[in-house]
């Protein structure tokens, strides 16, 4: 894993921002992961201002809540065409997202995951991670090798994102989500964690044991995973230090 810690989150988001314009740029039809949350929010304001070429990329969303009508303001439909489709030119036929309102939720999860497939994996997956340690929809106890499915939230994510709800009584409880395994598949995955309260979860996921306490520990096994924290977020990592030395001895040519 690449720790990588900025003295703020907008910092580390745009280090975020350019590792992504970084594969755009040397293969434009890539393939992306993409997560929802506040976390990715101002890493996407800045993929917006820099004006890519997104005419052929392809993309995979994460997750998505069962039940909530895709027009929903809080469905992650409306949230990625609010927070970055609208703004750039993707082709709307290239943008993928769960339906989490699928008539036969385990053949559109197998359809999903064949479809990534089809379009050849996905070159680079962003994440986010709950304070639990969930990483998509991917709650602890979720089998390290899932694929995509429906899951059933905690208590403690549910009370998590009540904040984007009236009241905690409107979040879903079920959500489509990408599995530990499908996420481990993607070539590249770019964890993003910003602030206090995602301290304990990233100190388990990149130096605690690999366990599905913690889902997003499962990182630990993957070759290629790039982790952009802010300070409060890196607060809790007893190796701080070494990552900060690590990347100030970067080679210019490493650096994004
Ligand atoms: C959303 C997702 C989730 C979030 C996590 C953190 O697509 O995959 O794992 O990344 O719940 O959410 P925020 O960023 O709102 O703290």
Redesign the pocket.
């Known amino acids: 894993m690449e720790i990588i810690i900025q003295p703020t989150a907008e910092a580390s988001a745009e280090i975020g921002a350019r590792i992504i314009r970084k594969l755009l740029l040397e293969k434009p039809d890539a393939v992306l992961g ?8 101002s890493m996407y304001r800045k993929l917006i201002e820099m004006d890519l070429d997104w005419s052929r990329v392809t993309t995979f ?3 998505e809540y069962v039940g909530l009508p895709q027009e929903h303001p809080q469905s ?1 439909h409306s949230f990625m065409w609010e927070n970055l489709f609208s703004h750039i030119n993707i082709k709307p036929e290239n943008v993928h997202i769960p339906d989490g309102n699928a008539a036969d939720v385990p053949k559109f999860c197998a359809d999903y995951e064949a479809a990534i497939k089809r379009a050849g994996g996905i070159d680079l997956q962003v ?5 639990d340690g ?5 709650e602890p106890t979720s089998s390290l090798a899932s694929r995509t499915r429906i899951k059933t939230l905690t208590e403690r ?1 549910v009370r ?2 009540a904040r ?1 709800f009236d009241s905690a009584e409107e979040v879903p409880r079920h959500v489509i ?1 990408m599995g530990i395994g499908t996420i481990l598949e993607a070539r590249c995955n770019l964890l ?4 206090e ?2 301290a304990a979860a990233i100190a388990g996921a990149v130096e605690g044991p690999i366990t599905a306490n913690n889902p997003a520990s499962a990182l630990q096994l993957h070759p290629v995973v790039k982790v952009c924290l802010d300070e409060a977020a890196a607060s809790q990592l007893q190796r701080a230090d070494y990552y900060r030395w690590v990347y100030d001895g970067k080679p210019a040519w490493q650096r994004y």
């Open positions: 993409m997560a929802t949350g506040s976390t990715p929010v969303n994460l997750d992650y994440l986010g991670i709950g304070s969930h990483s998509g929809f991917n994510t998590d994102n984007f989500t993003l964690a910003f602030g309260n995602k």
